[in-house]
């Protein structure tokens, strides 16, 4: 609720702001429901999952500020230059926490290596599947809204 909070008082655009965090609440199902099957959810876990849904809605920002100018969509070719661009900075910073979560899940510790498997796995999917959706999503919104600012 604070972040949802925060990111509409930044916005001040439900357009944004429910897609936002609607696919971020799917990010967490689409998480709990793989991670159900690897591994029992413990308090490690849980910080994995929240981790995973302040780097979630981090990515989610990156790509609205990226592709968004004046409060509209830009042309196609150019929305599409400007998401490329904000998934290549979500990638970098994706790959970045995998390599720091490894030695993590690597290691013989039991409570730090479910933190590291479930960041791991929330990254991934966010990076697979909804940042990908919410491009889409953000993309058929605002070329609908009219641009009366």
């Known amino acids: 609720m604070a972040v949802a909070a925060t990111v509409y008082y930044w916005y001040r655009e439900p357009a944004i702001v429910l897609p936002m ?7 967490i199902i689409i998480l709990l429901g793989i991670a159900t099957y690897l591994q029992q959810l413990d308090l490690a ?3 994995g999952l929240i981790a995973v849904l302040g780097t979630g809605i981090d990515q989610l920002v ?10 509209r969509v830009p042309s196609q070719n150019l929305y599409l230059k400007r998401f490329n ?10 790959c970045t926490t995998v390599i720091a ?8 510790l039991a409570n730090l290596r479910g ?7 929330g ?9 990908p959706a919410y ?13 009366d600012r």
């Open 115 to 121: 933190f590291a498997i479930i960041t791991i796995l």
């Open 123 to 131: 990254v991934l999917i966010g990076v697979l599947i909804t940042r």
């Open 62 to 71: 990156v790509i609205t500020d990226e592709v968004i100018y004046e409060g």
């Open 21 to 27: 965090i609607g696919t971020n609440i799917a990010e």
């Open 135 to 147: 491009g889409k999503i953000i993309m058929a919104i605002m070329s609908k809204k009219p641009s």
């Open 101 to 108: 979560m490894l030695p993590l899940a690597v290691m013989d």
């Open 85 to 94: 661009r904000a998934l290549g900075i979500i990638m970098v910073a994706a």
């Open 45 to 47: 876990s849980i910080a």
